[in-house]
């Protein structure tokens, strides 16, 4: 008598595949990390939450935000750092006239 497999369904291989966890993305204080999200000089990842104007960027600013710029628009993954704007250069921007601001992309 010859023997009848049973082809397993892909339901039944999924759930007899090892559970492997995942690891959180590193850290990167300042830098982007290897899933090209940001993080701030004290570790804070990022997010992008779109274009705001010249105002709000200052009110931001004068409410504690950071600022940063990266020069070629890559978004971290060419491995290029943001520059990141502290200090006075900080305070003026928060306390002058709206910066000019110009959209590269």
């Given at each position: 008598?010859?023997?009848?497999?049973?082809?397993?369904?892909?339901?039944?291989?999924?759930?007899?595949?090892?559970?492997?966890?995942?690891?959180?993305?590193?850290?990167?204080?300042?830098?982007?990390?290897?899933?090209?999200?940001?993080?701030?000089?004290?570790?804070?990842?990022?997010?992008?939450?779109?274009?705001?104007?010249?105002?709000?960027?200052?009110?931001?600013?004068?409410?504690?935000?950071?600022?940063?710029?990266?020069?070629?628009?890559?978004?971290?993954?060419?491995?290029?750092?943001?520059?990141?704007?502290?200090?006075?250069?900080l305070?003026?921007?928060?306390?002058?006239?709206?910066p000019?601001?110009?959209?590269?992309?």
């Amino acid at each position: 008598m010859e023997t009848v497999r049973h082809k397993k369904s892909f339901a039944e291989i999924v759930a007899e595949a090892p559970v492997v966890p995942t690891s959180e993305p590193e850290i990167c204080p300042g830098a982007y990390n290897t899933a090209g999200e940001l993080f701030d000089p004290a570790g804070n990842r990022l997010r992008k939450i779109g274009k705001i104007s010249p105002t709000q960027a200052r009110q931001h600013v004068r409410a504690g935000a950071c600022l940063a710029w990266e020069g070629c628009g890559c978004g971290g993954w060419s491995g290029c750092p943001p520059t990141w704007i502290g200090g006075e250069l900080l305070s003026t921007l928060g306390d002058g006239p709206n910066p000019r601001l110009t959209d590269t992309n």
